[in-house]
């Protein structure tokens, strides 16, 4: 299993990014995966998670309304576009397999919101 994450980065309070999370060694399309995050000092944190063919994703509350999940199977490739960003939001992200918050997860990538 690999999983690499990539565009995060510096960006103002109400901005906006999107994360990818390019997936190999497994087949991607049966599986549902979830976007999870950390903050400094802080545990890791669920934010979405989308089913296998993409057709249903929760949020959690703290991102709802801001951000989506989304995923292009025949690339292989899970997205987070998160608009509306918040200081608060400042946090490395990591894509999962899975729905559990505690599978197999990537580098991460660093989203650092401030002005």
């Known amino acids: 299993v690999q999983l690499v994450e990539s565009g995060g980065g510096l960006v103002q309070p109400g901005g906006s990014l999107r994360l990818s999370c390019a997936a190999s060694?497994?087949?991607?399309?049966?599986?549902?995966m979830t976007w999870v995050r950390q903050a400094p000092g802080k545990g890791l944190e669920w934010v979405a998670t989308?089913?296998?063919?993409?057709?249903?994703?929760t949020h959690a509350d703290s991102v709802k309304g801001r951000f989506t999940v989304s995923r292009d199977n025949a690339k292989k490739t899970l997205y987070l576009q998160m608009n509306s960003l918040k200081t608060e939001d400042t946090a490395m992200y990591y894509c999962?397999?899975?729905?559990?918050?505690?599978?197999?997860r990537g580098q991460g990538t660093q989203v650092t919101v401030s002005s």
């Open positions: 989308i089913n296998a063919d993409g057709r249903s994703s």
């Open positions: 060694g497994f087949v991607f399309s049966v599986f549902s």
């Open positions: 999962v397999l899975g729905s559990d918050i505690r599978g197999s």
